[in-house]
């Protein structure tokens, strides 16, 4: 069978193991092909390849429901549920999500971004399931790494607790956290766990026991730890602990042995009460040099596949923010040994990797678990440490709480650096970077800063290391800077909540915030073409606002433009029309920002235009909102 000619993942039941074996290869042709192309995340889809199959071979997916964890590992679910035509488009616009979206397809149970979230989705599933008197199989997946997360500890828990909920949690462990390497012993002791004999023992020893004339009712404490030594004969000891918490477990299986997999979740859909299956793969599997660089192949831009090398670009670009980010915070550190950068799971993509290579003493990865990389700096913080909280700003989220209670109210001078600020692409709704300026704005006894470019960054950098008084945050963008000169060292730290005025003009005010700055200059640029001459400021802190400057240039200007690339809801342009009416400066204010909307997977640059935010649209809009009358005048 050729994939383009399957349109439902059950045209797989009834397939052989060569059958199987040729769609699994075709599968990673397509991924490979589209991501060298494309670019997007290599390594976990071609890692769970046979997991897909396998599990697929032995649901119904017309009844039967599975939930991912981090859509990144599901592109060969994608393939599998119809979208293998249409893979090609993937993370483009208007072509197919990079994650897991339920608009997108019946078969996207429950949209997957952010980690550690599937078991939590698919036990509610379960339970809605047994309430609605319904019957059909529940599956999560999830990785090693998002396991660690709190949210997925705290589901299996309470799953644990639920032994006639009829719930499976799929481990898709890729060597690079918990389990040793799959050998002739586990998969022996695998196969032992699932013969007759040992279920006896896990499930129905007790029970057996009692219809026995010399034991009835009584189980001695003697013959409970018998039975209990009995199972621990067939479990290894991550399995020991899941059963603990109140799981049967299976595994750890060979992720790339169709039969294995087939055969063991067969046996495992038997099974009353909450399962865990615990399978063994290979990241990047089928890819020879994904498979020697998992971390390097996790996610990749468009690259050679011969060679595996990004594919150059036709023009030199400056460098990246978390690149700047990354060899700044270094030399900074390599002067002070307090201070200590903490990242949840992302050195490469905040740029820490370069702090964990220079200085592994002062470099903490906590794993996905951002709550408590949070707690974590507050305790540092306590005790003089100065800690660098390096997150994206769509998963500092999900340590608002912590951000709050642990560090806010407190008052505890931690330094959080929000990469990832903004547009971020093709990675769609579930990691734009859009509402921490109104989160954290909000928030007492916090600062909140952007630089304009890559320079500022640096300065900003000193700035919230030297800023003691309490919390502090950083926002800026994924991608390039501007090309502007940077300094190797002396850098000094700017004054806090103090803007600067970039270009002067009597006509109109515009206040640009972070990135926003440079377009704002585009916009004064356009708007002296058309007569009308503009003031730019560079606002730099959205808190503290620098009313001292801002508001007596708006009371004399009479017409202000606000600029940010965040959510208008809360943000930066409301913080000023908020300064404005509370000093009763009763001039017009136009907003421009993210409006109320999910911003779609699109390039960067497609995702300004479809949001009226480009230097010419905000002209056109500042133009008709302000100087009509002007233009008409002009025009006549």
């Known amino acids: 069978m050729h994939l383009s000619e399957l349109t439902h ?96 397809s019946k078969f996207d149970h429950f949209g997957a971004g952010h980690a550690s979230t599937s078991i939590s989705a698919a036990l509610g599933m379960a339970l809605a399931r047994d309430t609605n ?36 949690v799929v481990l898709n462990d890729n060597e690079m956290s918990i389990s040793p390497n799959v050998g002739a012993i586990s998969r022996y002791l695998n196969k032992l766990r699932l013969s007759e004999p040992i279920q006896f023992i896990s499930g129905n020893l007790e029970e057996q026991f009692k219809h026995l004339p010399f034991f009835g009712d009584s189980f001695t404490p003697e013959m409970e730890r018998l039975k209990e030594g009995m199972k621990r004969l067939a479990v290894p000891k991550v399995g020991a602990v899941i059963e603990e918490l109140g799981f049967k477990y299976f595994g750890p299986i060979d992720g790339h042995n169709l039969q294995e997999l087939i055969d063991t979740f067969k046996h495992a ?115 003089g440490i100065r800690p660098v909280v390096a ?28 990469d990832r600020a903004g547009i971020v692409g093709s990675d769609g709704p579930t990691h734009q970077g859009m ?12 600062v909140v800063m952007a630089p304009k470019d890559e320079a500022e960054l640096q300065r900003m950098l000193v700035t919230g290391i030297d800023y003691t008084d309490g919390p502090i945050a950083m926002r800026y963008p994924r991608g390039n800077g501007f090309g502007v000169p940077l300094m190797e060292e002396g850098w000094e730290p700017l004054p806090i909540g103090k803007a600067e005025i970039l270009r002067n003009g009597d006509d109109v005010l515009l206040l640009g915030y972070g990135t926003m700055v440079h377009t704002a200059l585009q ?76 911003v779609d997977h699109a390039e960067p640059n497609q995702s300004y235009a479809d949001l009226g935010l480009t230097s010419s649209q905000i002209s056109e809009q500042v133009l008709k909102a302000f100087f009509a009358q002007k233009q008409a005048t002009v025009i006549s």
């Open 133 to 168: 008197g319904e019957d059909y199989k529940v599956v999560a997946i999830i990785g090693d790494g998002a396991l660690t997360g709190g949210m997925a500890l705290e589901a299996i828990n309470h799953a644990g607790h639920l032994p006639n909920t009829n719930v499976m």
């Open 269 to 383: 859909h038997k099974v009353t009460g909450p399962v865990f299956v615990h399978v063994s793969t290979v990241k990047g599997k089928g890819y020879e040099l994904a498979e020697k660089d998992q971390v390097g192949y996790h996610a990749q831009t468009p690259f050679n596949l011969a060679t595996g090398k990004p594919i150059p670009s036709s023009k030199p670009k400056p460098p990246g923010y978390a690149k700047v980010f990354g060899h700044t915070l270094t030399k900074l550190a390599e002067n002070n040994p307090k201070i200590i950068g903490i990242t949840a799971a992302m050195a490469t993509g905040t740029g820490l990797d370069k702090l964990q290579a220079k200085l592994p003493k002062q470099y903490i990865d906590v794993g996905i678990a951002e709550q408590h990389a949070v707690t974590l700096a507050a305790g540092m913080a306590c005790e």
């Open 391 to 418: 997150i994206y700003s769509t998963f500092l989220q999900r340590a608002y709480d912590q951000v709050i209670h642990d560090v806010c109210i407190q008052k505890l001078p931690v330094f959080f650096c929000l």
């Open 435 to 446: 509402y921490d300026i109104a989160y954290l704005r909000c928030i007492p006894n916090m």
């Open 9 to 104: 993942p059950n045209q797989l039941h009834g397939l052989s193991i060569r059958q199987l074996e040729d769609v699994a290869r075709q599968i990673r042709e397509k991924h490979l092909q589209t991501i060298a192309a494309t670019g997007g995340h290599l390594g976990p889809g071609l890692g769970v390849v046979e997991l897909t199959i396998a599990l697929y071979q032995t649901l119904d997916l017309d009844r039967d429901k599975v939930i991912w964890d981090v859509g990144h590992q599901a592109y060969p679910h994608k393939m599998l549920t119809g979208r293998y035509n249409n893979f090609s488009t993937l993370r483009q616009k208007d072509g197919i999500a990079g994650y897991l979206k339920r608009c997108e």
């Open 523 to 598: 916009v004064a640029e356009i708007l002296k073409e058309h007569g009308v001459e503009a003031t730019v400021v560079n606002s730099r802190f959205v808190k503290p606002l620098d009313t001292d400057l801002i508001l007596p240039l708006a009371e004399r200007i009479g017409k202000v433009v606000t600029l940010e690339e965040g959510c208008v809801m809360g943000g930066f342009g409301s913080a000023v029309a908020e300064a404005l009416l509370d000093h009763n400066i009763l001039v017009p204010v136009k907003r421009f920002g993210i409006p109320d909307v999910l």
